[in-house]
């Protein structure tokens, strides 16, 4: 599901058994080169000594580079196990120079050692730029690189004369170059160096067309590195009989090496890092998404909507930079963007994700798209009961400003015209007005069903008050919070008790209600005991009401007491 | 008793005025609205204002504003608010602070003008006066801890009868008892609800304020 721009890449984990093992093949490599030369240097032969010349800077060097690189081999195979073949070659490519410095060894292994020194480096920078994330299907141009690296150091090994060869002269006693009378080192060298400098140039412009962080950064070190062998080549050529100049050149190989090694590192580690930014990011899902170094946070696509939610389903406001975020898409179209921190790489965020995480995400935006649903549902209904009570309230006044005034006024006047009517009449009359005043106190009740113009003037705990007032159960009222609960609130509040007390409509003489309203942090419970009258209490009867609460996110249970009593509770969100 | 009368609807008012003036009420004057009504107190100075609980502009409660109003700037005008809300509340908000000389009845009552004018009359005596229903709704409420719960029925049927604004005398023929048992019963009542002796229109108005506050 992994879609950044256009691209689309797919890291596929290669079984990190072999990594492993080319990473210990070259940790023994280098355990055994620092052994033979704690060896030797115990014997007398110190091989720094050779030419008089000591490097013990060279000899820190050397260790420190292979020692990060043993390390970051071992921790590569866990992301990149090309990353720990790079790596090995690396630190095998700077340890070769150290054994041609031993006299006691065959002239032909140390002949070979040089010649192979130049070939190692090459493909340990082949190798560790391959296998930066992100270049598992590189460029023409960067395929151009690889080609010209890899054919300067074949040539460097085929054309290499160890008679020619400063470096060698005292040692490579009988030793006959592969290409003897074809080509001798110095053409090699000049060969060799022309190739690098083609790859050079090649890998510059790679480094120009490349518009992300990471493969810059490899580019970089290799194109340094290149660089590093040019400078090395072009000394040689410019000394080639001062062997002085040829025991310096061979710290040049390690650094160039260690340059790439180390941008492979960073690389490496930085994944490593997001990947666990997005790991502990897909485990606290479920909770708020704190602040993760690489990952900041992460809103889910609404399928079948442009708008973006977070984990509680609630509609994103934030709008990050086109760069800011990396969108993830399935064939139905985008999933999630993860927002990502500032310097983290799209390229390193999409590599972390492993199977087990798209999985978490997926899931997350599953539920966050249900809850974002259900959050709009219940707006939804909130507005149709919150609609029904404003066109209830306007019912309620049109009645009471209207009809009831009307009708007072109709029994005033007939009062008028009763005092001065005759006997007839005056029956007549007096029989109109007793009508009109039945009519006004079924109209009064009925305006009162209609809205609790009490409930919106003076409160919830009055409202409550002239309810039970007006019911026939004896009933006991516990207002304990005055707090204003908002309009909603106090609504359904009210009309759960409304409800219960509505569907006692033939009280027993035993017939009882206890009501009690507290306030609990951000909800108003309202709790409704009726004894005496359970059969009455229906569940149907409250349907309304359970869903006037439900409207507002809160809810309501029907229960019986041990001792037979109905119990009806409501616990309702608090509004503004 | 020279009475004003304020009631948004025209035909309300008319009707109101030509009742009382039938009944042999003097009406000094008619508004529409709680400004003109508190124009007319102050030009008229009347015994008593006939006050609608719902006038302009918000068609709430300015008609208690109003009735609060005149008995805090002319103590000498009593105020009998009318109202169609059965709701024991706006009669509290009414009467809760200082209850004397203030009346509050259901409009369609007063097609009954002799309440009315009774009503009135025990207002510019100092008494308080809440309609019948209103007061049977508040003898049926039930609360932990009232006052109220400690009452006898017949003392209960008695405190109603006061809270209606009736005399002795109307309570005694009323329950058709001697007007000397009711004074007995009142003095229990009073006692029970933890009043204080003194004049006895005060009693009766803190008793009616404590069963509005029960």
Known sequence: ?576 | MRVVVADDMMLVRSGLVRLLTDAGVEVVGEAADSDALMQLVALERPDVATVDIRMPPTHKDEGLIAARRIRERYPTTAVVVLSQYLEARYALRLLADQPSGLGYLLKERVSDIAILVDAMRRVTEGECVVDPTIVYRLMKRRRPDSPLSHLTPREREILALMAEGRSNAGIASELVVSERTVETVCAQVFRKLGLEPSPDVNRRVLAVLTLLRS
């Open chain 1, 1 to 576: 599901m992994a879609r950044s721009g256009s691209m689309q890449r797919v890291w596929q984990v290669r079984a990190p058994r072999v990594s492993i093992l080319i990473t210990s093949i070259a940790s023994g490599v280098a355990v055994l080169t620092a052994l033979v030369s704690a060896l030797a240097v115990r014997a007398g032969n110190d091989p720094f000594a050779y030419a008089g010349r000591r490097f013990p800077a060279w000899l820190i060097v050397v260790g420190l580079t292979v020692l990060g690189f043993i390390v970051a081999g071992l921790l590569a195979t866990r992301t990149r196990p090309g990353a720990s073949g790079g790596l090995a070659m690396a630190t095998i490519g700077s340890l070769l120079p150290l054994w041609a410095t031993w006299s006691w060894l065959p002239d032909r292994v140390e002949a070979g050692v040089l010649a192979a020194t130049p070939f190692a480096v090459m493909v340990a920078l082949v190798t560790l730029s391959w296998s930066a994330p992100g270049s598992s299907n590189p460029s023409p141009a960067m395929r151009i690189v690889v080609a010209l690296v890899v054919a300067s150091g074949v040539v460097h090994l085929v054309g290499y004369n160890p008679f020619a060869d400063s470096g060698c002269t005292l040692t490579c006693a009988d030793v006959t170059p592969l290409l003897d009378g074809l080509m001798s080192t110095r053409s090699a060298v000049v060969v060799s160096s022309s190739l690098t400098i083609g790859a050079l140039l090649a890998a510059i412009i790679v480094l120009k067309d490349s518009d992300r962080h990471t493969p810059r950064l490899i580019m970089g070190a290799v194109i340094v590195a290149l660089c590093l062998q040019v400078v090395s080549a072009a000394l040689r050529l410019a000394n080639w009989a001062d062997n002085t100049a040829a025991g310096l050149l061979l710290v040049i190989p390690a650094v160039s090496v260690a340059i790439v090694g180390i941008a492979v590192c960073i690389v490496v580690a930085r994944t490593l890092r997001v990947r666990m930014a997005v790991d502990r990011l897909a485990a606290r899902l479920s909770g708020p998404v704190a602040a993760l170094s690489g990952v900041r946070g992460v809103h889910f696509a609404v399928p079948g909507e442009a708008r973006w939610v977070d984990v509680a389903g609630r509609d994103t406001t934030h709008l990050p930079g086109q760069d800011k975020y990396v969108v993830l898409s399935d064939e139905s179209g985008p999933v999630l963007r993860l927002l990502i921190a500032r310097g983290t790489d799209q390229g390193d965020l999409l590599a972390a994700l492993t199977p087990a995480t798209r999985l978490a995400l997926q899931n997350a935006q599953l539920s966050a798209v249900a809850k974002a649903r259900l959050a709009d549902v219940q707006a939804s209904q909130r507005r149709v009961v919150a609609m029904s009570d404003n066109e209830r309230r306007r019912i309620e006044r049109d009645l009471h400003d209207g009809a009831q005034q009307r009708l007072v006024s109709v029994a005033f006047h007939l009062k008028v015209a009763l005092s001065g009517a005759d006997a007839s009449t005056a029956v007549r009359l007096a029989a109109a007005e007793g009508q009109v005043r039945s009519a006004l106190g079924q109209l009064r009740r009925l305006a009162h069903g209609i809205f609790p113009s009490v409930l919106a003037d003076e409160g919830l705990a009055a409202a409550l008050d002239d309810l039970i007032a007006a019911s026939d159960v004896p009933t006991t009222l516990d207002v304990r919070t005055r707090d204003d609960v908002g309009m909603e609130t106090a609504m359904a509040a009210y009309a759960t008790v409304a409800a219960v007390l509505n569907s006692i409509e033939h009280p027993a003489p035993n017939t009882r209600a206890v009501i009690l309203v507290d306030r609990n942090g951000d909800t108003l419970t309202v709790s409704v005991e009726a004894e005496g009258a359970v059969e009455t209490v229906v569940a149907e009867d409250l349907v309304d009401v359970a869903d006037r609460i439900g409207a507002l996110g809160g809810r309501f249970t029907t229960a019986e007491t041990a001792t037979g009593a109905a119990v009806v509770t409501a616990v309702i969100p608090c509004g503004s």
